[in-house]
Nanobody, 123 residues
């Protein structure tokens, strides 16, 4: 069974940085596009960023462009989301998900999800 585990969340002040990790077990990430999503209280889950299986294609939501960077290390079976210049509106539970197809920011395109990691941006 595909299993994804997110880590790296926490409490950070506005303007700060965090790096989230998405580690896979039970399968190799090499053949999967990976997406990062987030869900704030009372809001729908939204796509944040995605990376293709090769790492050659990345995509970002407009709200995080220029601040977040997605990357992958297939040797470590892990995908990362570097988040800089964090804002209070970035506060949410962040999830990673895998799909055996092209990069996408659509929640409906992903079927294998992690449990999420909380990111709180507050002074």
């Amino acid at each position: 069974q595909l299993q994804l585990v997110e880590s790296g969340g926490g409490l950070v002040q506005p303007g700060g940085s965090l790096r989230l990790s998405c580690a896979a077990s039970g399968f190799t990430l090499d053949y999967y596009a990976i997406g990062w999503f987030r869900q704030a209280p009372g809001k729908e889950r939204e796509g944040v960023s995605c990376i293709s299986s090769s790492g050659g294609v990345t995509n970002y939501a407009d709200s995080v462009k220029g601040r977040f960077t997605i990357s992958r290390d297939n040797a470590k079976n892990t995908v990362y989301l570097q988040m800089n210049s964090l804002k209070p509106e970035d506060t949410a539970v962040y999830y990673c998900a895998a799909r055996g197809g092209y990069c996408s920011l659509s929640v409906d395109h992903f079927g294998s999800w992690g449990q999420g990691t909380q990111v709180t941006v507050s002074s």
